[in-house]
């Protein structure tokens, strides 16, 4: 129901925007927007090639190989399977004769290379059949970089704790240089850190703390 509701939205947006259709493509796991967008698992690693065609009216189309025919089931649409190369561009012909323009995760000179997820081949194919290819850019910003209310809200609460520890490590190395003590760039982050574990902040890498020549 979820992903249903995601699609419809789609279809909203794609209404809104005056783009026919979003076509998603992927092959292993190429493209880590479109398998997250559409809810694939993360233990899924699809071998064969598969397309998912979202319309801005009219219902979703899916292509994936004979071999993989359940990779999109939980996905809606009328599904499609393809055996040899011969029948994938023309069941892929087939999908977009009624659509003359489709976003893909494309852009135009790798403007976006976030964004820039489909290699030029299928570009080229699907440009080969007349469908003229735009960015996918504004979509994908939608769909994986607006925060719900719950996100919003904790992104608050994590800004106003960072805040207070960067204000605290200034109190700190403030007092000890007051007393006459030396501290050192490692010392405040390790300092830091601490704040982290104490508030159950997770981060990727250490806060960089440096001073002087070496804050170049």
């Given at each position: 129901?979820?992903?249903n509701?995601r699609?419809?939205?789609?279809?909203?947006?794609?209404?809104?925007l005056?783009?026919?259709?979003?076509l998603?493509?992927?092959?292993?796991?190429?493209?880590?927007?479109?398998?997250?967008?559409?809810?694939?698992?993360?233990?899924?690693?699809?071998?064969?090639?598969?397309?998912?065609?979202?319309?801005?009216?009219?219902?979703?189309?899916?292509?994936?190989?004979?071999?993989?025919?359940?990779?999109?089931?939980?996905?809606?649409?009328?599904?499609?399977?393809y055996?040899?190369?011969?029948?994938?561009?023309?069941?892929?012909?087939?999908?977009?004769?009624?659509?003359?323009?489709?976003?893909?995760q494309?852009?135009?000179n790798?403007?976006?290379?976030y964004?820039?997820?489909?290699?030029?081949g299928?570009?080229?194919?699907?440009?080969?059949?007349?469908?003229?290819?735009?960015?996918?850019?504004?979509?994908?910003q939608?769909?994986?970089?607006?925060?719900?209310?719950?996100?919003?809200?904790?992104?608050?609460?994590?800004?106003?704790?960072?805040t207070?520890?960067v204000?605290q490590?200034?109190?700190?190395i403030?007092?000890?240089?007051?007393?006459?003590f030396?501290?050192?760039?490692?010392d405040v982050?390790?300092?830091?850190?601490?704040?982290?574990e104490?508030?159950?902040?997770?981060?990727?890498?250490?806060?960089?703390?440096?001073v002087?020549?070496?804050?170049?």
């Open positions: 129901m979820v992903l509701a699609i419809k939205a789609v279809e909203g947006v794609l209404q809104k005056s783009i026919p259709g979003w998603f493509y992927g092959f292993q796991r190429i493209d880590p927007l479109a398998l997250r967008i559409l809810g694939f698992p993360e233990s899924v690693n699809p071998s064969r090639r598969w397309f998912y065609l979202v319309t801005a009216k009219g219902e979703p189309q899916k292509l994936v190989h004979h071999i993989e025919s359940s990779q999109l089931d939980h996905l809606p649409g009328t599904k499609h399977t055996l040899r190369w011969e029948e994938l561009r023309s069941e892929l012909v087939r999908m977009l004769k009624r659509v003359g323009k489709v976003a893909m494309y852009s135009e790798c403007r976006t290379p964004v820039s997820k489909v290699d030029a299928t570009i080229e194919l699907v440009r080969d059949m007349g469908v003229e290819v735009v960015s996918s850019a504004d979509l994908v939608l769909f994986e970089a607006v925060l719900s209310p719950n996100q919003a809200e904790e992104q608050a609460v994590t800004a106003r704790t960072l207070e520890i204000n490590s200034y109190r700190e403030s007092e000890t240089i007051r007393k006459g030396s501290i050192y760039e490692y982050q390790q300092s830091i850190l601490r704040s982290f104490r508030h159950d902040l997770v981060s990727d890498h250490p806060p960089m703390v440096a002087n020549n070496h804050s170049g």
